[in-house]
DNA sequence: TCTGGGGTCCTCACCCTC
DNA sequence: TCTGGAGGGTGAGGACCC
């Protein structure tokens, strides 16, 4: 029996920029790329308006600044994507209990277990009302694919793009497969397909004439079966609602390449406790941990420690990926350092002694340094930095997109220990994040340098706004959270004029 | 002036136990 | 006592995805 094509796909159209044209009306039709701004950002999104230059995802920041010089080149909120794919997400489970999240832009929902859809034209009918409740709901437009498996859901999306719907009827698929790029299939990427390229074989239908045997020896077992089972458009797999994450990392890329090994052991060591940090977020414990090192060329390598009992304690965490650090050979720099927690669990087993001495420890901490934060937070710099002593190293790193969502650049975590004096310096501002003029009200920055800072003062729904420039330390200045993109109250109130 | 960050899954090598 | 295979756990690396 064929499978009805009521498993649906949807994408949000370059989703991060198409968020930050929505809410900077002065964009809208222009070339916005969205990534890591410092010297070894990439494109995490490039408008359309953008594509037409060539600049697309996982790009270099500074080749996409070569081909499109003139685009808005702007720092991730994800607070605000979050916000946004929330009230998409909600749309989606409102068809069906059975939606699987791929990322903040794209899902599958299983139409059918949600009673909404039980062939080809109710189908059709979903598809084409959640394209328009989306675009109510925030202002963006979406694709969606609609097919009998996640796979041909997933590619009837991408051919559907942009702002389009497509159906594949069963029966089809072999024919509408057969003469597409073998990288149009999940799981084939630059190395499988170059690797298939040289024994002859670039489109689907190519594969599946190979034979699943041949393509077992070429790209080993798991990975053969699959490609030839997606080759006929068989894919069984289930759309899943919950899963479990098996993992939680952190990592930093630098904007210059560490060599003072100090100074490596002190970032190793904060990236630990924002890993612990993050894992006690998710409300888990994991039992190995995992130190991620990028040399100076690139060659990454990793080395990995599993403990007798999962832990969620910065202390332990903390050793251990000491120990790993010293495992590994850092002569010639370092571009990025990453620490994680694999084998999740949802307890912890730690030793009582060692769990009471911990707490202790923090009691002890919280009271000499007057922070008051909570628990689950991780210590700061002031301990961390211990294990190397002063380092004499200066400021804190400055990894690559530092600059985080929602204002001036941010130390990274773990530094500023409690009661230190902060020296003063300048306020930094990121292009793209949101700010508030007590005079001139909600703004972007549209960028910053010798002590300037240029801002844009419009609102999602507010026609374009006019530029202002101020000083960096202006105290009328602020850095503010995002306003939403649709059903904002003050949407159509003027923007204020001269002050 | 190349190449982010946070994940998942797979494969292979090695060691240990049975 | 020696040998060999099966199978699990662990560690490392690669490919891929968004």
């Known amino acids: 029996m064929r499978a009805a094509p009521t498993i649906l796909h949807l994408d949000m159209d370059a989703f991060y920029a198409s968020v930050e044209q929505a809410s900077k009306p002065s964009l809208r039709g222009k070339a916005v790329?969205?990534?890591?701004?410092?010297?070894?950002?990439?494109?995490?999104?490039?408008?359309?308006?953008?594509?037409?230059?060539g600049v697309h995802s996982a790009m270099p920041m500074a080749q996409a600044r070569r081909?499109?010089?003139?685009?808005?080149?702007?720092?991730p909120r994800f607070s605000l994507y979050r916000a946004v794919s929330d009230v998409v997400m909600a749309l989606l489970r409102q068809l069906s209990p059975l939606v699987e999240p791929l990322s903040l832009d794209e899902a599958f929902v299983d139409l059918e277990a949600g009673g909404t859809a039980f062939d080809a034209e109710s189908a059709l009918e979903t598809g084409q009302r959640l394209r328009a409740d989306i675009l109510a709901a925030t202002g963006l437009s979406a694709s969606?694919?609609?097919?009998?498996?996640?796979?041909?859901?997933?590619?009837?999306?991408?051919?559907?793009?942009?702002?389009?719907?497509?159906?594949?009827?069963?029966?089809?698929?072999?024919a509408l497969l057969a003469p597409m790029s073998v990288r149009t299939l999940p799981g084939v990427g630059p190395a499988t397909g170059e690797h298939l390229r040289r024994a002859g074989i670039t489109t689907v239908g190519d594969l599946a004439e190979a034979g699943e045997d041949e393509l077992v020896r070429m790209?080993?077992?798991?990975?053969?079966?699959?490609?030839?089972?997606?080759?006929?458009?068989?894919?069984?797999?289930?759309?899943?609602?919950?899963?479990?994450?098996?993992?939680?990392?952190?990592?930093?890329?630098?904007?210059?390449?560490?060599?003072?090994?100090?100074?490596?052991?002190?970032?190793?060591?904060?990236?630990?406790?924002?890993?612990?940090?993050?894992?006690?977020?998710?409300?888990?414990?994991?039992?190995?941990?995992?130190l991620k090192?990028?040399?100076?060329?690139?060659?990454?390598?990793?080395?990995?420690?599993?403990?007798?009992?999962?832990?969620?304690?910065?202390?332990?965490?903390?050793?251990a990926a000491a120990r790993l650090l010293?495992?590994?050979?850092?002569?010639?720099?370092?571009?990025?350092?990453?620490?994680?927690?694999?084998?999740?669990?949802?307890?912890?087993?730690?030793?009582?002694?060692?769990?009471?001495?911990?707490?202790?420890?923090?009691?002890?901490?919280?009271?000499?340094?007057?922070?008051?934060?909570?628990?689950?937070?991780?210590?700061?710099?002031a301990e961390a930095g211990g294990t190397g002593g002063a380092g004499g190293s200066g400021g804190p790193a400055e990894p690559t997109g530092s600059t985080g969502p929602g204002g001036p650049a941010q130390a990274p975590e773990g530094t500023g220990a409690a009661g230190e004096a902060e020296p003063a310096r300048e306020r930094?501002?990121?292009?793209?994040?949101?700010?508030?003029?007590?005079?001139?009200g909600p703004g972007w920055v549209q960028g910053s340098g010798v002590g300037r800072v240029t801002v844009r003062f419009?609102?999602?729904?507010?026609?374009?706004?006019?530029?202002?420039?101020?000083?960096?330390?202006?105290?009328?200045?602020?850095?503010?959270?995002?306003?939403?993109?649709?059903?904002d109250p003050a949407v159509g109130e003027p923007v204020p004029e001269e002050g």
Not at 44 to 53: D, I, K, M, P
Not at 147 to 155: C, D, E, I, Q, T
Not at 428 to 440: E, P, T
Not at 464 to 471: A, E, K, Q
């Open 33 to 53: 790329i969205v990534g890591g701004l410092g010297p070894r950002g990439v494109v995490a999104t490039a408008s359309y308006e953008a594509r037409r230059f």
């Open 67 to 75: 081909l499109c010089p003139n685009g808005a080149y702007l720092i």
């Open 144 to 174: 969606v694919g609609l097919a009998g498996s996640k796979m041909l859901a997933k590619v009837a999306s991408e051919e559907a793009k942009p702002d389009g719907l497509l159906l594949i009827e069963p029966g089809t698929e072999r």
């Open 219 to 290: 790209v080993g077992r798991a990975h053969g079966v699959g490609l030839y089972r997606m080759a006929l458009g068989l894919d069984d797999r289930a759309v899943v609602a919950e899963r479990d994450a098996k993992s939680v990392s952190v990592e930093d890329t630098f904007d210059v390449d560490l060599h003072d090994r100090v100074r490596i052991r002190n970032e190793v060591q904060r990236l630990a406790d924002r890993c612990v940090h993050r894992l006690r977020e998710s409300g888990h414990s994991g039992r190995t941990i995992v």
């Open 293 to 319: 090192v990028r040399r100076y060329d690139f060659s990454t390598l990793t080395r990995s420690e599993t403990l007798r009992g999962p832990t969620d304690d910065p202390a332990v965490v903390r050793e």
């Open 326 to 381: 010293e495992a590994v050979d850092t002569t010639g720099g370092v571009r990025l350092l990453g620490v994680g927690v694999t084998g999740l669990a949802d307890y912890t087993q730690e030793d009582l002694f060692a769990q009471s001495m911990a707490a202790e420890a923090a009691a002890e901490a919280a009271t000499a340094g007057g922070g008051g934060g909570p628990a689950a937070e991780p210590d700061g710099a």
């Open 428 to 440: 930094r501002w990121a292009a793209g994040s949101d700010v508030q003029h007590a005079v001139y």
């Open 458 to 487: 419009e609102r999602p729904g507010s026609p374009p706004g006019r530029v202002r420039t101020f000083r960096v330390d202006d105290p009328e200045l602020e850095p503010s959270d995002p306003l939403p993109l649709v059903g």
